[in-house]
């Protein structure tokens, strides 16, 4: 196994060192679905998020089957390969969330996390088979960087469904999964999980404008203007941190 730690960079660490960074993106992994759950976007046993493990590239770091968001705690991840083995944890797995989030990292190296729920809004919006529109600000950061995976079959329980989803996702951050809810994908817990919650805020938005009447769109190069400066992996990074501080300032079990 190689001391590695595959984020943004390629970068030669010691044991402690792997060792810690897989503590830290377990904990900014349960701190996001705290945080998930404050928001509402669990439904039962729907959503996912992911991180990739720093040693071994091809194993990720999940929530089981049936946790709920809000009581998630590091003690419930899994650690499963690209094969679906789960080399730790005892817990049932989500096969949906193996099947997508497998693929995605296969698919995309520089990705270390996936995000993916059942969201009122987001849904909502996914049932509109159309891309966000640069209605906002916060939906500049999607501009030309966000996916429509039209096609539906029914929950994925396939792995030629994940194949079909990682490719569709491409290079972008994001996708409206048709008929189904957001997925999005960082370079850190952090990233992943703050384009989620700004995704969902974006889809609200645009429903309650168009209930309203026609919204009026940003020019595209404004749009990609506004991108290039929020839509970076870093300011998703930072978009995170205060709500991070947010539910880590509560007395909790998370960390155990």
């Not at 590091?74 to 949906?96: A, F, Q, T």
């Not at 999964?177 to 999980?193: P, Y």
Request: proline content about 5%.
């Amino acid at each position: 196994m190689t001391n590695t730690v595959t984020q943004s960079a390629d970068t030669d660490v010691t044991d402690t060192d792997v060792a810690a960074e897989r503590v830290r993106r377990q904990r900014r992994l349960v701190a996001a679905f705290r945080l998930f759950g404050r928001y509402g976007f669990d439904l039962g046993v729907a959503g996912h998020i992911t991180a990739r493990d720093p040693e071994r590239p091809d194993h990720f770091w999940v929530n089981p089957l049936a946790v709920p968001f809000t009581r998630m705690k590091v003690s419930d991840l899994l650690l499963l390969n690209h094969e679906g083995e789960v080399l730790h944890g005892d817990r049932p797995v989500n096969h949906s969330a193996f099947i997508i989030h497998s693929r995605i990292h296969a698919a995309r190296p520089d990705v270390v996390s996936v995000a993916h729920a059942h969201t009122t809004y987001g849904t909502a919006w996914a049932a509109m088979a159309r891309p966000l529109d640069p209605i906002s600000q916060n939906a500049c950061v999607f501009f030309e960087d966000h996916v429509l995976y039209d096609d539906y079959d029914g929950p994925v329980m396939a792995a030629q469904e994940g194949e079909k989803i990682a490719d569709r996702l491409g290079g972008a951050k994001a996708a409206i999964l048709r008929n189904h809810g957001l997925l999005t994908v960082g370079r850190s817990v952090d990233e992943a999980a703050w384009w989620f919650i700004a995704m969902d805020r974006a889809c609200q938005v645009q429903l309650i404008a168009e209930a309203a009447g026609t919204p009026t769109l940003i020019d595209p190069e404004t749009a990609r203007a506004a991108r290039e400066i929020s839509g970076r992996a870093s300011s998703g990074e930072l978009g995170f941190q205060p709500l991070f501080d947010l539910i880590t300032a509560e007395p909790s079990d998370m960390w155990l």
